[in-house]
């Protein structure tokens, strides 16, 4: 076991993963969120592990266990694992998985608010820091490899090429989560691998193998 933990082509690497949903408090039982259960960033975070890399994983409430073999940061706001993100660099790579909502309450509420006495809710949203296009974008520490995704229903490889050069990452993991695909929530992702080479397209597969075959390419990337 510790030649397992120990050898591999990310030997030596530390890398920093986020992965599964934020949740912004509305008051002290109710959030707003994203659809995640963190499925894919887990896998992820477990198959650099398996290639030997030094694995930090900054997770919010997820629907599936931590993986073995790394160390786990839990998160609940998006504010909160901007710091644990900052807290966890430097980082030889970095991938963000995390479904991190956008918007957190302008103000939460302290206290429960009540139907009776408060009648219906008007929520005023602030915008949440955007913790990938901040790292990206880092001039001084930056890891030497960022990893976005993009979760879309249209226009898939314009909206995440885009998304690519806005926020000034290296690689874009595209998918669709249109309804009919069945990619939320399942076990198996379809993804366009989005770079400066320009965009490729993976077959469908489990969310375990896109997550073996990512972290494959990164051993790559970090060794070349
Ligand atoms: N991301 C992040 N911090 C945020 C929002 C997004 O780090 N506050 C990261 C996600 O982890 C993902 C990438 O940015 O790797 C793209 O997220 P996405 O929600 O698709 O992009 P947005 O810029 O929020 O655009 P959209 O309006 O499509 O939601
Ligand atoms: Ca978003």
Redesign the pocket.
């Known amino acids: 076991i510790e030649a397992a933990l120990t050898d591999g082509p990310l030997r030596g690497k530390r890398i920093l993963v ?1 992965s599964g949903p934020t949740h912004e408090p509305i008051d002290p039982v109710r959030y707003i969120a994203n659809r995640s259960s963190g499925a894919q960033g887990t896998a992820i975070a477990r198959a650099l592990a398996a290639l030997g890399a030094e694995v930090v994983f900054v997770t919010g409430p997820a629907d599936v266990p931590a993986p073995d073999g790394v160390q786990v940061v839990r998160v609940q706001t ?1 504010q909160q694992m901007s710091d644990a993100v900052d807290a966890a660099l430097p980082a030889d790579a970095a991938v ?5 909502a ?1 918007w957190r309450m302008a103000q939460a509420s302290d206290r429960k608010l009540k139907k009776s006495r408060d009648g219906l809710p008007v929520l005023e949203f602030a915008e ?6 901040r790292v990206a974008h880092m001039t001084e520490g930056r890891p030497g490899l960022v990893v ?5 229903t249209d226009d898939v490889i314009e ?1 995440a090429a885009a ?1 690519r050069a806005r ?1 000034q990452c290296d690689w874009i993991v595209a998918n669709d989560v249109s309804p009919a695909t069945g990619i939320m929530g399942g076990t198996e992702n379809a993804v366009v691998l989005i770079s400066a080479e320009g965009a490729e397209t993976w077959p469908r597969m489990g969310k375990d193998a896109v997550a073996r075959r990512l972290a494959e390419r990164i051993a790559g990337a970090l060794s070349g």
């Open positions: 986020t998006a963000f998985a995390a479904a991190v956008d949440n820091p955007d913790i990938l296009a976005g995704f993009a979760a879309e909206n998304k926020k």
